[in-house]
């Protein structure tokens, strides 16, 4: 208690030093919380985005594999009570479920041809999509005939169509046989990225009609979690409750056992390795989907504490300087201390405490600056296609993450002992009698 309070007295003796140095460490940690914050916040409504895209955070993929033909097809209307109750048994939050058809043809125009992503959706029930899917030419209300669908702006521009041109699709059964269908352009979506430009939109029911399914079919079952973060736990757990049907479905745990970069692909895989006839189910979060998304997250904490420390190890050297400093101006004091009682131990201990109070209250400062500059950056509406992906609504969020902060702090503590660790050591080996007779 004696040794937080010299410390505390000796802070407030010099106090523009002492704010100058706080400033320092402040303007220090309110960079790396406004990176860590915005890139993260960034990096999650792109997410967001994509999982809206594909109907949820958490896919169950319905394949049929018999070479005996479609007509053995065991329909999605099956599974769909067995589906539902599962989810419900999962133990974690969900905001909705939606039903789709995915599949992928060859759409052809006047001689040109380019294969897109087709997703085959409930647009009446799916209304999240007006809001996800940013039309930029076209209306929704075009969309409400059976053979309409929405294609991207590179697929639209690649093909040279107008609103309301029909095109060909070339497209598979599921027993394999080719067929075709004509698709009215009702909007173009703007691109979003690789996989949001070769992403199409059209009825579910017309879908399911060209590829030999029944009305109200499906091969894809989605769940849109409340919490995004608890998306992986939900796709294990969805997983573990589908296998007590005694059903054939991949293995997620195999799946990163075999490949970890990118588990999808090896889970895709395993219905081929093992044989399967049938029906059978995969099931993966938008994670194990996109693992990029979280090799993103890392590298983006990795870059902020790389900047934490490069920005540290600058004002740490002026703090360094300052202590030395601050012994040399004290010589006399640290001797009249020693002389009184004071331990070797203590003396040196005032100083460290005085420069950890320093850096904890400068990063604290830090860190509320940051989170108010960033709830007014909230505010503002963002008026950039660029950054459209990573935005909300026109809006930026932020992300912080309790433990990277916890870790930021205990960098800059280190680092501000490191610091004064020559003047601590000097201060604790001060001889008293010597001290006293030093003249400033």
Not at 4 to 18: E, I
Not at 99 to 115: A, D, V, Y
Request: glycine residues 8%; contains cysteine.
């Amino acid at each position: 208690m004696k040794t937080m309070s010299l410390a505390l007295r000796n802070l407030t003796r010099q106090k523009k030093r002492s704010f100058m140095l706080a400033g320092a460490v402040a303007f220090g940690f309110f960079v790396v919380t406004l990176i860590e914050g915005l890139v993260s916040g960034g990096i999650n409504n792109f997410a967001d985005q994509f999982a809206y895209l594909f109907g949820g955070n958490v896919i169950v993929e319905k394949n049929y594999a018999n070479t005996e033909g479609s007509e053995n097809f065991v329909s999605g209307l099956e599974y769909e009570r067995k589906l539902r109750e599962s989810s419900e048994k999962i133990g974690y939050p969900i905001k909705y479920v939606n039903k789709r058809t995915i599949t992928s043809g060859n759409l052809i125009f006047e001689g040109k041809k380019t294969i897109t992503n087709i997703f085959g959706c409930d647009f009446e029930k799916e209304v999240f999509l007006k809001d996800k899917v940013v039309l930029v030419d076209g209306s929704w209300d075009y969309a409400k005939e059976k053979n309409s669908i929405i294609l991207s702006e590179s697929v639209v521009k690649g093909l040279k169509l107008e609103i309301g041109d029909t095109v060909l699709c070339q497209i598979n059964t599921y027993s394999g046989q080719a067929n075709f269908g004509e698709f009215v352009l009702a909007g173009v979506s703007k691109d979003i990225s690789l996989i949001g430009s070769i992403a199409a939109y059209a009825q579910i029911d017309y879908v399911n009609e060209l590829i030999g399914l029944q009305t109200g079919d499906f091969n894809a079952y989605t769940l849109m979690m409340a919490d995004s973060k608890t998306q992986d736990l939900a796709a294990f757990a969805f997983e573990k409750e589908i296998r007590t049907w005694h059903s054939q479905i991949t293995s997620l745990e195999e799946a990163y056992a075999s490949n970890p970069t990118s588990p999808i692909t090896a889970l895709y895989k395993q219905p081929e390795e093992k044989g399967w006839d049938g029906t059978s189910f995969a099931c993966a979060s938008l994670n194990h989907q996109i693992p990029q998304l979280q090799s993103i997250a890392s590298v983006v904490n990795l870059v902020s504490v790389g900047i934490l420390v490069v920005l540290f190890l600058v004002i740490m050297i002026g703090i360094s300087n300052t202590y030395k400093m601050v012994l040399y101006e004290r010589i006399r004091e640290i001797g009249t201390m020693r002389a009184l009682g004071m331990k070797q131990k203590q003396t040196g201990k005032v100083f460290a405490v005085e420069a950890v109070l320093l850096s904890l209250f400068g990063a604290l400062v830090g860190f509320i600056l940051a989170v108010i500059f960033m709830s007014i950056l909230q505010t503002v509406n963002v008026y950039s296609d660029a950054l459209s992906l990573f935005l909300n609504n026109g809006h930026a969020t932020f992300v912080l993450s309790f433990g990277n902060t916890i870790l930021k702090l205990m960098i800059v503590v280190l680092l501000t002992l490191a610091a004064v660790s020559s003047s601590v050591k000097k201060a604790s080996k001060m001889n008293p009698a010597e001290a006293l007779r030093t003249v400033k």
